[in-house]
Every structure is written in structure tokens, then in C-alpha cells.
């Protein structure tokens, strides 16, 4: 026979203990989650909320920075708008990235990201600071040359008025003195041309015979073969003594003067006139101031036309004597 304890209705006191016993149980387990559940909140909470201090702390910082770099790059703008330009630029430099890193504190994960970014900001500031300062002073020192330079341009362009009124009054006496010049060359010229006819040698008794083959004395044109011309030098005081040069000029009845190259004939310069003329032929003897005959004769090699001639006789460009002849 079985006990009572051991049915399945049996000793219902022992069943309720079991089942408080497990609600206890649970219960404590129930309590130990809450307890570190709670916990765990408490932690994220406070890792969160210090979080979001650091954030806002960071934001201002960020903040700070930005506005304080602004305030310093405006305040090294001036006049050069090269260097204004530069400034500008990095103005938006520095906002693009600060746009960036404010996207980066809404994002609390990228909190490291964004305390990175902001080193690197405030990394940038600094080398921007340094650079725009270095170009500030080097404009500075540019303006400082530039200055000088102008100053130096100035006075050298005083010196250049200066000098180019200087060679504008040596150009004046240049003149001045290349017109006293000439005016001189011309009086001497004037005076050497009245010197030189002064002392030109006159001729008189100018006496032309025909001659034929015979060298016998003749008139008729068709027997003549040359001419045999003398002449008397006169006293002339002021020609120096020495050897003085005749040219003798043969006019035929034509007009046109005798002159063959290869017996002597060449060109000459009237002084009077100014003109270029043939003569037939020169003749150069020794003067001595005194009355000399002075004979040359002209064989052309070629027969002499019917008609009257004229001689005319030049010393020193001017002429000396003259006289005419017939051939019959």
C-alpha cells in the first residue's frame, strides 16, 4: 500500500513552496536585469551626455576659431587686390571646411573625425596667417622699392630734362657756331676766290699762225695742219713765283672747242661762272713777276674747217686773255 505523501494530490503545502520558490527566483532574476539594464542606461547616458557636452563644447570652440581667423585675414586687407583676392579665397577655404566639420558634431559617431578636422583647421589657420603676412610684408618692401624707384625715376628724369636742356643749348651753340663756321668758310672762300683772281696772270700779244705740212706759215684752211699759239705774260705783283698752268681753248667757227683726250685736252671750272668747260690744251711754264712769251702748239690730225676761231687763254679758272683768227 502507497503513502499518502507520494500520490499525486497529496501534500499540497510542499507544491506551493516549489512554485513560490521559482517566483523568487525569477523574481531576483527579474530584479538583476532591471538592476543592470538600469545600469547600462545610466552609463549611456552619461557617456551620452558627455557627448553632447563635448560636442557643443567643440562646436563653440569651432566656433570661436573660425570667427577669430575671419576677423584676422579681413583685418590684413588694404589697397592690393591681388592680395585681397588671395584673402578671399581662403576665407572660403575656411568656411567649406567648417561646414564640414559641423556636419561631422551632428554625426556623434565622427566625434574623433571631427576633433581631427579641427586640429587640421586650426593647422591651416595658422600656415594661412603666416602666408598672407609674408605676402603683406613682401608687398610692403615692393611698394617700399617701388616708392624709391620712383623717387630714383624722378630725379632721373630731372637729370634727363636737365641734360636734354643742356644738349639742347650745346645743339643751339653747335649751330650757332656751324653757322659762324660756314659764314667763315664762305668769307675765306669768298676772299681765296678774290685772292686767287687777283693773282691770275694776264696774257697779251696772243699772235696764232696756221702752219702746214711744211711747218711753213699759212692761211688757207685746207693746207693748215696745226697751229703754233703764243702768248705774253704780264706782271702780276701778288701770284707768287713759280710754274703756272695756261689752258688755251680753240673755238672753231661752229663754236664748238677743239679737244681730243689722248693729245691732252680736258675739262675745267670757270671760277667766274661756275661752269665745267673743254679746253683744247694746257701749257704749264716758269713765271717769275716779269713779262715772258710762252708758245704751244695744237696738231690735231685732222683738217681744219674754213671760217674764223677764237682763243681764249685761262689761268687759275679765270680768263686771262683772248683773240680771234680766220682760215680762209
Known amino acids: 500500500m502507497k503513502s499518502t505523501s507520494d500520490s499525486p494530490g497529496g501534500n499540497p503545502q510542499r507544491t506551493l513552496l516549489a512554485v513560490a520558490a521559482i517566483v523568487i527566483v525569477a523574481l531576483l532574476g527579474l530584479n538583476v536585469y532591471l538592476w543592470i539594464n538600469k545600469n547600462r542606461q545610466a552609463t549611456e547616458n552619461e557617456q551620452l551626455s558627455g557627448q553632447l557636452d563635448e560636442t557643443e563644447k567643440m562646436r563653440a570652440q569651432l566656433e570661436k576659431d573660425y570667427v577669430q581667423a575671419l576677423s584676422d585675414l579681413e583685418a590684413m586687407k588694404g589697397s592690393n587686390e591681388e592680395l585681397n583676392g588671395l584673402i578671399e579665397q581662403k576665407e572660403a577655404e575656411l568656411t567649406r571646411q567648417k561646414k564640414q566639420i559641423e556636419g561631422l558634431l551632428r554625426n556623434k559617431g565622427d566625434l574623433t573625425r571631427a576633433r581631427q ?70 668769307t675765306r672762300e669768298t676772299l681765296a676766290r678774290k685772292v686767287n683772281a687777283a693773282s691770275v696772270i694776264k696774257v697779251d700779244g696772243i699772235a696764232v699762225l696756221g702752219m702746214d705740212s711744211k711747218n711753213k706759215k699759212t692761211r688757207r684752211s685746207k693746207n693748215t695742219v696745226s697751229l703754233n699759239i703764243c702768248f705774253n705774260t704780264t706782271v702780276n705783283e701778288i701770284a707768287a713765283p713759280g710754274n703756272e698752268l695756261f689752258l688755251i681753248r680753240v673755238i672753231l667757227p661752229s663754236g664748238e672747242t677743239m679737244a681730243l683726250d689722248n693729245l691732252g685736252s680736258g675739262v675745267f671750272v670757270n671760277n667766274a661762272s661756275g661752269e665745267q668747260v673743254r ?33 681764249e687763254i685761262y689761268n687759275k679758272g679765270y680768263l686771262a686773255g683772248s683773240t680771234s683768227f680766220s682760215l680762209n
Open 279 to 311: 679746253y683744247t690744251r694746257s701749257k704749264e711754264t716758269s713765271y717769275s713777276n716779269a713779262i715772258a712769251k710762252v708758245c704751244a702748239d695744237w696738231n690735231p690730225g685732222q683738217a681744219f674747217a674754213e671760217g674764223q676761231y677764237k682763243i
Open 117 to 186: 578636422q579641427i586640429a587640421g583647421l586650426n593647422t591651416k589657420i595658422e600656415q594661412y596667417l603666416v602666408e598672407i603676412n609674408q605676402l603683406r610684408q613682401q608687398n610692403e618692401e615692393l611698394k617700399a622699392e617701388n616708392a624709391q624707384m620712383g623717387a630714383q625715376n624722378q630725379e632721373l628724369s630731372s637729370n634727363l630734362e636737365s641734360e636734354r636742356q643742356t644738349n639742347q643749348n650745346l645743339s643751339s651753340s653747335q649751330r650757332q657756331l656751324q653757322g659762324e663756321k660756314q659764314e667763315l668758310e664762305r
